[in-house]
């Protein structure tokens, strides 16, 4: 109950501090061109981030977010409402984004397209207990817990070639693969089934149970922001 007040206390922070300067809009509304929305339900929303280099977005918001950089960047600067800015030290590829709300515009010096995914939380997800135990419990050799956040918890996993996941389960969230994957899912029902993903792809997933095998020889690393 605890994690639920303050998540909405949160929510209830920025939505004031925004309505008191109704001429910044949200990301999305601000710069579509730099914000896109890829899926939206009741829960969360995942944005798609991409700036050109040297390009720049104009002063816009954001809602609670987590993200992650695919690409890195190099040297962002923020400009704030006041007039003042900031040059942001450089990212690694796969290094997290812990939601920056303040109101602000970004230009890109990055000699390179820049790539993140960011996910908005919009309201908690209430779900019991899983029979099976998380992957952190089962193999918290390979899923490591790096970032928690009231209402969420932010896991990285990474697996080596051709190896072989045991039974475990999974609370709903945003998956988001660091590298190309190739995997063998099987669920509780017995019946196996390939996927295959793209490094970069966000997808929403709901909480299940399943064993897995890298059915390739290279090693995969995957973000999991689990809603709790």
């Not at 109704?22 to 829960?43: C, G, H, M």
Request: charged letters at 20%; proline letters at 7%; hydrophobic letters at 35%.
């Amino acid at each position: 109950m605890l994690r639920l007040i303050c998540f909405w206390s949160l929510l209830f922070v920025v939505g004031c501090s925004q309505g008191n300067d109704q001429r910044v809009l949200t990301s999305t509304a601000a710069a579509p061109d730099n914000y896109k929305i890829e899926f939206e339900n009741d829960y969360v929303r995942i944005i798609r981030v991409s700036y050109s280099p040297g390009e720049s977005s104009p002063m816009h918001s954001h809602e609670p977010f987590v993200g992650v950089t695919l690409t890195g960047t190099k040297d962002n600067v923020f400009t704030y409402l006041d007039g003042s800015s900031e040059t942001r030290p450089p990212s690694s590829p796969g290094e997290l984004i812990d939601g920056d709300l303040t109101v602000h515009a970004i230009k890109s010096n990055a000699g390179f397209k820049t790539e993140s995914v960011f996910v908005e939380l919009k309201n908690p997800y209430l779900s019991g207990e899983q029979p099976i135990p998380n992957l952190t419990e089962v193999a918290p050799d390979r899923a490591e817990v790096v970032l928690e956040k009231p209402g969420l918890r932010v896991v990285r996993i990474k697996n080596s070639g051709n190896n072989d996941t045991p039974l475990h389960s999974h609370r709903a969230g945003v998956s988001v693969t660091l590298s190309d994957m190739n995997v063998e899912v099987t669920p509780v029902s017995g019946e196996s089934k390939e996927v295959s993903r793209p490094a970069g792809d966000a997808s929403w997933e709901g909480p299940r149970a399943h064993s897995g095998k890298n059915l390739s020889d290279q090693p995969t690393d995957m973000i999991l922001f689990e809603l709790m």
